[in-house]
């Protein structure tokens, strides 16, 4: 009989697939890690698991404990697929500009969710970031991963993300492009391409417009999961060679083409990525091989990408117009 132990056992070895249609003017192979397929659906599975063995091994989490974390949904569902396996509460705090259906996610989870303004600077009392911290410390037995500084986090990309793109690849890799939002995935599995390949992988971290990575003061998008206002101390600014910036309307754009014409549903910081990706492959030589990593997948964002009021409403005009079954109906 061919089964997993534990759901915890089927997170990491994601498939890439070849990108065939939204690649016009592009000469050279671009693959795209599936990381949706991992069981909580996210990239964010990965790091879970390493930082609760973590926390257990250095008694920071003990039995009975409570997780407590900053998460826009996808390291939730990670921390509380573990948390479950092993007896742990969790309690999550999000910005508000996060999808109702990633929060009902993580209710359903049986996680706990508390919601916190997104329109306030990292040291306002109501940030995502402070309201996490005063939980952790006066819930009893509370463990915060916190995500953005934990060195578990990009540890477990370089132990897993990194050698399963160089095997899949048979070490052909020439570019390695995520988007960057703890930096965790790029710190880790650009630190791993680099040393296996000898520094021949080029590494390019794509972040939104507006975020510090590229030299942005931390403005508001609405990519979510990517970006940051603060540096945080998971990224490590000497992995990646270029950092290229995307806006929401082009990473929305592709986000949605990825669905149509790859039939591949993901969230918009994958879109994001693909933009980033693209701009550098078409400069690129037909022999270059470019990994671009997928955080997550697009069904907690069936009501704000893939909605076309919603695009609407914020002015994206890829939103396409013509005559629709109805209209012929009508
Ligand atoms: N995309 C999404 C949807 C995410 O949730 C995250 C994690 N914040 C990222 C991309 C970026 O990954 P990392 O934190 O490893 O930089």
Redesign the pocket.
Known sequence: MKYADSIVDLVGDTPLVKLQHVTEGVECTVLVKLEYLNPGG???DRIATRIIDAAEASGELQTGGTIVEPT?G??GVGLALVAQQRGYKCVFVLPDKVGEDKIDVLRAYGAEVVVTPTSVAADSPESYYSVSDRLAREIPGAFKPNQYENPN?PRSHYETTGPEIWRDTDGRITHFVA????????TGTGRYLREVSEDRVRIVGIDPEGSVYSGGTGRPYLV???GEDIWPGAYDPTVPHEIVAVDDAESFAMTRRLAREEGILV?G?SGMAVVGALRIARELPADAVMVVLL??GGRGYLGKIFNDGWMRSYGFSDVEEGETVADVLA
């Open positions: 996210s990239a964010k826009s996808n390291t986090g988007g960057v939002g703890t930096g965790g995935t790029i979510e999961g990517v969230g910081s955080p997550d």
